[in-house]
């Protein structure tokens, strides 16, 4: 029961462009939520996250959109830059006493320059 | 800034034999958790520890067990290993205590059971 999903295996965005990642989640406890970029051999690197009170965060090229009714949560990079090609894993948590990330199935996201 | 630090960084066993993976998390950080990641999957939870003690437990096998030490450090002890537990194994630490829910993760220790 993948309760978190990104259903964009992977993405290709031209340099320059904005990328937009999608993740749709079914457990309605989730409340806060996080995203991660992945390189091979390495372990996930924090990206941005947004609790369930707000519908937006922002943090430089990074912003995070919420949409709670429809269980739905977009990641948008603009400008993309080469850099950014990695695997973009979306996670959530229903924090009141239980902390551990689920994760969504990953997208691989490839800038092209 | 320091992150998680996991060791080893490559593991090869052979069926049946012991493993354990050492995780020292971000310098006071409270909270570590423990998840596996296979070929192609995404990472799955298996055990967390709040000040010592732990705090959640996921998909972990009855072979696997864990601990957190007084200075925070985690191990996960793995026995009688089998292949399908060829993996990516990651430690994450936050700091819970404060009300930062973020999780830092460690580079991961790949583990190979042939």
């Known amino acids: 029961d993948q309760q978190v999903k990104q259903n964009s295996p992977s993405l290709s965005v031209q340099e320059g462009r904005i990328s937009i990642l999608n993740c749709d989640y079914t457990?309605?406890?989730?409340?806060?939520f996080l995203w991660y970029k992945k390189y091979p051999a390495e372990g996930p690197t924090f990206l941005i996250s947004?609790?369930?009170?707000?519908d937006k965060n922002e943090d430089g090229r990074f912003t995070v959109f919420l949409n709670k009714s429809a269980k739905h949560l977009s990641l948008h990079i603009v400008p993309s830059q080469p850099g950014d090609s990695a695997v973009y894993f979306c996670?959530?948590?229903?924090?009141?006493?239980?902390?551990?990330?689920?994760f969504g199935t990953g997208t691989r996201l490839t800038i092209i320059p | 800034a320091a992150g998680v630090i996991q060791s080893p960084r490559h593991l090869i066993k052979e069926k049946r034999e012991t493993a354990t993976l050492k995780c020292y998390p971000i310098?006071?950080?409270?909270?570590v958790y423990w998840y596996q990641q296979g070929p192609g999957q995404d990472p799955q939870f298996l055990i967390s520890?709040?000040?010592?003690?732990?705090?959640d437990k996921g998909s972990i096998p009855d072979r696997f067990s864990a601990q957190q030490f007084s200075d925070y450090h985690s191990e996960l002890n793995m026995s009688s290993l089998e292949l399908g537990d060829s993996a990516l194994y990651f430690c994450?630490?936050?700091?819970?205590?404060?009300?930062?829910?973020?999780?830092?993760f460690g580079p991961g220790t790949r583990l190979l059971v042939l």
């Open positions: 994450a630490s936050s700091l819970l205590s404060s009300g930062q829910e973020t999780q830092y």
């Open positions: 457990n309605s406890m989730f409340d806060y």
């Open positions: 947004i609790s369930s009170i707000k």
């Open positions: 996670a959530a948590s229903a924090r009141i006493g239980n902390e551990k990330l689920t």
């Open positions: 310098p006071r950080h409270d909270t």
């Open positions: 520890f709040y000040e010592k003690m732990q705090s």
